[in-house]
């Protein structure tokens, strides 16, 4: 009795890891999902990085000040 249960001592840490190797459904989807989380999460901290370098890069020339002059100045004039 005791040779066999040497034997099923010695498979039951093969099963154990074995069963450990494969990944459920559910397990893989949420691994997926983090995954891409963090890359977003990534994306976003290098766009704050180089916005907060160069803030005066990702601004347009004129502002919309400069439309609202023209305007007036149009309309005096007429």
Known sequence: CTSGEGVVSAIAPVA?????????LEQRAAFIFVLILF???GLLI????????????????????DYMEKDTFDYRIS
Not at 16 to 24: G, K, M
Not at 52 to 62: A, E, F, K, V
């Open 16 to 24: 154990l890891q074995t069963s450990a190797a494969f990944l459920t």
């Open 39 to 41: 890359i977003f999460l």
């Open 46 to 65: 290098v766009r704050c990085f180089r916005i907060l370098l160069d803030p005066y890069r990702s601004m347009p020339s004129s502002t919309w000040t």
